[in-house]
């Protein structure tokens, strides 16, 4: 499993309005470059401390919902909203790694394959 | 040109590709390599305990959900419908949590996106095309040490 943590209040979702939106700023992460590098234990290309300067998504528009849904199987039901979504995002890898490099994202050339929001109760609050 | 910035303008050369588009190339094809920047070593999820104080050593570490998708053989569903079948359809869709023993709020986000990237070194700047799966879960859960915490969770 991936994850991080992120601050206090850095997700909201809007159920009633529709929306939903995750502001984060200078979330310490790793350049690993490759995606076969992260799953190599050796990390034969390295790992590198890198940082999110920002990062700010909003998922909104909905075109679908999915109310009372339930999966016994999975264990989980909840109330689903699938929508569009755009990114801002600014991201460096330091120079002092080697590997200085820095990314600054176009939010309007953003194609959302997918997204949605919603709320759930999973595992043991199924 | 030294060794170091011939690497590095390598790099620069080539396109930021997320998780999901390489593991997907690379079940397919021998794929091209990207770049890639993003948490994707595994890692415990710790949160902020939202109601405990922020000052903590220790965060909580929430369970992942059973489910596993192989490859790459992690604990999570590919981004799509909740709804999905899970005959055509059993590795993406279904939860978009990666956290079980959990309720809250959710949201993912499979998108494709573009930008500037810059060779800090040699200053070198081009365009990169993303391809990222980002979430996040805040809300309560049963940790590993079985009690119950409050957080947020963020999937880069």
Known sequence: MWGSSFPTGSGRVDIGGGSAELLVQNICLFDVFIVPNSFDPNHALGIFGAVINSMKIEWSGVTRSVVGFSDATNKFRGDFFECSATIAVS???????????????????????????????????? | MDEKNSESRQRLQQKLLSRRNLIRRAAGTAAGAGLLLGSVVPMSARTDDEGEGDGSMCKAVPRPIPHITTPPGQHFFFPGPVDASAATSPNAGHDPSIITDFKGVVANADMVFSGTGTDLNTGASAKYDFHADMRFMRGVFVGLDNEQHSGTIGFI
């Not at chain 1, 120079?95 to 949605?116: I, L, M, R, V, Y």
């Open chain 1, 91 to 126: 991201a460096t890898t330091p120079k002092d790694t080697g590997h200085g490099f820095h990314f600054e994202s176009d939010p309007a050339t953003t194609h959302t394959n997918f997204a949605q929001f919603g709320s759930e109760h999973n595992g043991v609050f199924f």
